[in-house]
């Protein structure tokens, strides 16, 4: 089979990813998957597997959940340590016909049961660690079963005692039933459940399908994100599919990721933006990781140009393109550009592309107040497509709050230039008064300011800008070039300096802006307390 003829099929019947890996293996049985990591439920599989491999190792765990009963239209949480095997447990849990229900290994356990309890007695699919941190939840009363996957732990059954269980035939879901399930980044309070069907995750292949023609084939390419989004499963099927040997990165610490580039030299990097940031000092690495580098792909978040435009620089490929695509769970890659080398680091970072031809997504502003929509005057960003995830699971109400029609509202606000380019300045909770866009702001004082390693605007007590930042090696603030560089935002308040260790984050490391702001409102009220 050829790729071409899988991604048709695809197209037609639906993304099924319990039946992936044995597509993919039909079209090259031998394209190489790295990890840096092993595998929690499969240690012996070691760290670098054959597409045909992974098929198997994924109709073997399949076979050992059916032997624990495990059955089709069932619901699986799974929620165990960061590991790929997230993915590949999710795979066998699709091939039975059940529906994965993919939580972060970041959520606390007291998120855990309420989303455990929304969707109501599921089996929970975990491993040791995760199961003694939710040892304060009543899993006999949240779950119809518990199962981990290797060791002994009471009331829970381990997969590893089920090895050699009597393979079963996959069971096909229908098209447009519920599929997958992630979540949320949950930025404002317990996430919502995102339910995606086959068709869905199928159409959201179309955008890279397209992008990634223009490579050259079977070039590597580097995934790290998190196992248990729903991008991993566009990411894994589009890099098989393509026959492209695949490297997929747990680790993300900066010397340990060099470690992995230089032993594997990938050619697409496909990352969080935030772990991006955190690698911007390998530009300087005299190793030189990032030389073999010619594409580097951000899905998640808006990523600031001055990252770009190091990453960029730090490759020793021609033509050398950083591609940014704008989407969100509900709405998977809505626009899109790519970046060069040599023009990354003045362009605007609101300007988030274009909307991407071939049946892709399209996008709308609509006014906030009934006037026109402009720069000064942003309006709703809102997104239609058959890509749409289905609802929120247990929570129709809320998804139907944000659908209008064929429209979803993303919650995030900008304007269209006259070129057609989406500017995307803030997110709607996050805005501020008297500041046309935090994000903007954050992108201007970081290319002036290298020293510093992240910085967040959130809002004060008196509906003040407050800058938050960190900086490299929790080094102290150069107060007098901060004022220097923020000299043109003099609505910023003085900024306050945190370790970079202490900024909440989702799943995604994204920043929670509200619980930043939170704390630092609470931190500020209990100084002016104590000068009282």
């Known amino acids: 089979m050829k790729g071409s003829t899988a991604y048709r099929s695809i197209q037609k019947r639906g993304l099924h990813i319990g039946l992936l890996p044995e597509m993919a293996a039909a079209v090259n049985p031998a394209t190489p998957i790295d990890l840096d990591h092993d595998l929690d439920v499969l240690p012996e599989a070691g760290r670098r597997l054959t597409v045909s491999q992974l098929a198997d190792h994924v109709d073997d765990l399949a076979a050992r959940l059916w032997a624990a009963g495990v059955r089709p239209d069932e619901y ?37 049961g309420a989303l455990m309890r929304r969707v109501g007695r599921p089996s929970l699919l975990t491993d040791a660690p995760k199961l003694d941190a939710l040892a304060e939840l009543p899993l006999a009363e949240l779950a119809e079963r518990v199962l981990i996957v290797a060791g002994d732990r009471p009331g829970a059954r381990s997969l590893g005692e089920l090895a050699g269980a009597p393979r079963v035939r996959p069971v096909v879901r229908p098209i447009d039933a519920p599929a997958v399930i992630t979540h949320t980044s949950g930025t404002t309070g317990i996430p919502k459940l995102v339910v995606h069907t086959p068709r869905t995750q199928g159409l959201r292949l179309r955008p890279q399908w397209r992008l990634l023609s223009l490579m050259r084939a079977r070039q590597t390419v580097a995934i790290h994100i998190s196992f248990v989004h729903s991008r991993m499963v566009a990411a894994m099927a589009l890099a098989l599919l393509k026959e492209m040997p695949v490297l997929l990165l747990n680790e993300s610490a900066p010397d340990r990721v060099a470690e992995s580039f230089l032993a594997h030299r990938p050619d697409f990097v496909e990352a969080l933006p935030n772990s991006l940031m955190e690698w911007e000092g390998l530009a300087d690495d005299p190793r030189r990781p990032f030389a073999s580098v010619k594409y580097f ?61 071939f049946g892709c997504a399209k996008v709308r502003l609509v006014s906030r107040d009934g006037r026109p929509v402009s720069e000064t005057n942003p309006g709703f960003i809102e997104v239609a497509w058959r890509g749409l995830a289905k609802t929120y699971f247990g929570e129709p109400e809320r998804y139907d709050a944000n659908r209008f029609g064929d429209w979803w509202r993303t919650g995030d606000v900008g304007y269209r230039t006259r070129a057609g ?75 306050i300096q945190i370790p970079r260790a202490e900024l909440p984050r989702t799943a995604t490391l994204k920043v929670q802006r509200i619980a930043l702001s939170r704390r630092i409102n609470e931190r500020m009220a209990d100084r002016e307390g104590q000068v009282r």
């Not at 699986?76 to 993919?102: E, F, M, Q, Y």
């Not at 990453?311 to 050398?320: C, E, K, M």
């Not at 996050?430 to 935090?438: F, N, T, Y």
């Open 421 to 495: 380019c989406l500017h995307m300045l803030d997110r709607e909770v996050d805005m501020i008064p008297g500041v046309r866009s935090s994000l903007e702001v954050e992108d201007l004082l970081l290319g002036e300011l290298d020293e510093l390693c992240e910085l967040v605007v959130v809002q004060g007590p008196r509906a003040e800008a407050i800058p938050v930042l960190c900086t490299t090696d929790d080094r102290p603030l150069d107060r007098v070039r901060w004022r220097a560089a923020a000299a043109g935002f003099p609505q910023l308040a003085d900024p």
């Open 297 to 357: 792909s951000s899905t998640f978040d808006a990523i600031h140009p001055r990252t770009m435009s190091r990453l960029l620089r730090s490759s020793s490929r021609r033509g050398a393109l950083f591609f940014q695509i704008y989407g969100q769970s509900e709405v998977g890659p809505a626009v899109g550009r790519a970046y060069l080398r040599g023009s990354a680091h003045k362009v605007n970072g609101r300007c988030v592309g274009w909307p991407m031809p």
């Open 76 to 112: 699986v949480v799974i929620h165990k340590s960061a590991n790929a095997d997230g993915w590949v447990l999710a795979a066998a849990t699709s091939r039975v016909g059940a529906v994965p229900v993919l939580l972060s290994p970041g959520l606390d356990a007291v998120t855990v």
